[in-house]
């Protein structure tokens, strides 16, 4: 049993259009399988009441029923085999005037079934699958070219599913989808509306990755844009003073156009377990961006230093140890790893009664650096050859502090913004330097 769509409206008129492959389809009350007596006959006009007497269609041609619910006010699609096993059948629901489905009642929609807004607009509590999937998901259109029908969906509580499909294109035309209410709704198919897209309240979630609409413009008034399913693309996104975007560390949210963020705005974070040290990415934009976020999660600071993209400049602490060895890239000679990405910080203050030289294995990247022995007489070398660059980039000014000793870094300097060094310490810079020349050499 596949293809249902179930409602309750009693005395509301549609138009339900019903079409098979070779088989037969029952519209009614009852399940197939279980009713098989008094079928009511469709004619060629379609005229009929819908109630607790099944309707059953057979062959290809479609055939269009115009009539009303009957006082039961339960409208049931059930498609059923016919021919060789697997055969489909399913059926379309077309409406022709706005809020005839009732506006607090979920709907359900089964595989190969289409609810058709027909260029007006419909509000429910939400959407949901009938069935497993295993013969496919319904879908939802406008098929009158030239207007816009807006689906409201307002859950009242827990959260909802629908895998299927929110189409424009083509013929079709455009469907807005607006999210109300407090509780959430997933969208896990792959849809294609073009109207914009309003969040008032409560949750929509995106359930996969790229299952918000890549034509839509969305905005956040109130309620979530929760976007942790996956990597996900938008036609443009305005975040309200009221409203939350909740993004997945580790996906990006691609905006195709601009994005604004207005104060008081709120940017949740998930899976900051894998923050690496430098620049994380979480959105890009084609057009501009304005405004801030007033709260991120954990009070991390938003970095838009980088062209056309947005994300996190997070800084790690790597401490050298030496335990592993004098190279560098030995991991176990550093407490916390080895520093060697843009922002990273390297510590290299171990207490140390004689110079000690740590090579560079090849190019190196780090933001900060920091350089002590505990004593005044000794201290550190980073030596390298020239292949062995070592590059500072901070997203921004990086900084080296000498606290004490005698250290130098006879390995080539590349400098992206700058550097300052500071403290009572002495450091000599001995190799080649590109880029921003740092403050004279200590």
């Known amino acids: 049993m596949i293809g249902r769509l179930s409602s309750h409206r009693a005395g509301a008129t549609f138009k339900l259009a019903l079409y098979g492959n070779a088989g037969e389809q029952q519209v009614g009350g009852g399940t197939y399988g279980q009713q098989f007596g008094a079928y009511q006959t469709v004619?060629?006009?379609?005229?009929?009441?819908?109630?607790?007497?099944?309707?059953?269609?057979?062959?290809?041609?479609?055939?269009?029923?115009?009539?009303?619910?009957?006082?039961?006010?339960?409208?049931?699609?059930?498609?059923?085999?016919?021919?060789?096993?697997?055969?489909?059948?399913?059926?379309?629901?077309?409406?022709?005037?706005?809020?005839?489905?009732?506006?607090?009642?979920?709907?359900?929609?089964?595989?190969?079934?289409?609810?058709?807004?027909?260029?007006?607009?419909?509000?429910?509590?939400?959407?949901?699958?009938?069935?497993?999937?295993?013969?496919?998901y319904g879908s939802i259109i406008n098929s009158v070219l030239g207007t816009t029908s807006v689906l409201t969906l307002s859950p009242t509580s827990g959260s909802t599913t629908f895998s299927g499909t929110i189409l424009s294109g083509g013929t079709n035309g455009a469907i807005s989808l607006v999210i109300s209410g407090t509780g959430t709704q997933v969208l896990s198919g792959a849809n294609t509306y073009s109207g914009p897209t309003l969040i008032t309240a409560g949750t929509l979630r995106a359930g996969t990755?790229?299952?918000?609409?890549?034509?839509?413009?969305?905005?956040?008034?109130?309620?979530?844009?929760?976007?942790?399913?996956?990597?996900?693309?938008?036609?443009?996104?305005?975040?309200?003073?009221?409203?939350?975007?909740?993004?997945?560390?580790?996906?990006?949210?691609?905006?195709?156009?601009?994005?604004?963020?207005?104060?008081?705005?709120?940017?949740?974070?998930?899976?900051?377990?894998?923050?690496?040290?430098?620049?994380?990415?979480?959105?890009?934009?084609?057009?501009?961006?304005?405004?801030?976020?007033?709260?991120?999660?954990?009070?991390?600071?938003?970095?838009?230093?980088?062209?056309?993209?947005?994300?996190?400049?997070?800084?790690?602490?790597?401490?050298?140890?030496?335990?592993?060895?004098?190279?560098?890239?030995?991991?176990?000679?550093?407490?916390?790893?080895?520093p060697n990405t843009a922002g990273a910080q390297a510590t290299v203050t171990k207490s140390t009664s004689s110079d000690l030289t740590i090579t560079l294995d090849g190019a190196k990247t780090i933001g900060t650096l920091e350089l002590g022995s505990g004593t005044a007489t000794a201290g550190y070398n980073l030596s390298g050859g020239s292949a062995e660059i070592l590059t500072f980039d901070n997203n921004g000014l990086s900084t080296i502090a000498v606290n004490d000793g005698k250290h130098a870094i006879d390995a080539p300097v590349n400098l992206t913004n700058g550097l300052a060094v500071s403290g009572s310490g002495t450091l000599t810079f001995s190799g080649s330097i590109s880029g921003t020349a740092p403050e004279p050499a200590r």
């Open 43 to 136: 004619d060629t006009v379609g005229n009929g009441v819908l109630n607790e007497s099944p309707v059953l269609v057979t062959g290809v041609t479609p055939v269009l029923f115009t009539g009303v619910v009957g006082s039961t006010g339960l409208v049931k699609g059930h498609a059923a085999w016919g021919g060789t096993e697997g055969d489909w059948c399913g059926f379309q629901l077309y409406e022709v005037g706005s809020n005839l489905l009732p506006i607090a009642t979920p709907v359900n929609i089964g595989a190969n079934a289409t609810l058709d807004l027909g260029g007006v607009s419909q509000q429910v509590a939400s959407l949901a699958d009938y069935g497993s999937g295993g013969y496919g």
């Open 209 to 338: 990755a790229f299952a918000l609409s890549a034509s839509s413009d969305v905005t956040i008034t109130g309620g979530v844009l929760d976007a942790t399913g996956g990597s996900q693309t938008v036609n443009s996104l305005t975040v309200g003073a009221a409203g939350s975007l909740n993004l997945y560390i580790g996906d990006v949210l691609a905006i195709g156009g601009s994005a604004t963020f207005d104060p008081g705005s709120t940017l949740n974070l998930s899976n900051l377990g894998v923050l690496h040290s430098g620049f994380n990415e979480l959105m890009s934009y084609v057009g501009s961006y304005t405004g801030d976020f007033t709260h991120v999660t954990n009070g991390l600071t938003l970095d838009y230093s980088h062209p056309n993209e947005i994300g996190i400049n997070f800084a790690t602490t790597s401490i050298w140890t030496g335990t592993d060895g004098p190279i560098w890239s030995h991991s176990g000679s550093w407490t916390g790893g080895e």
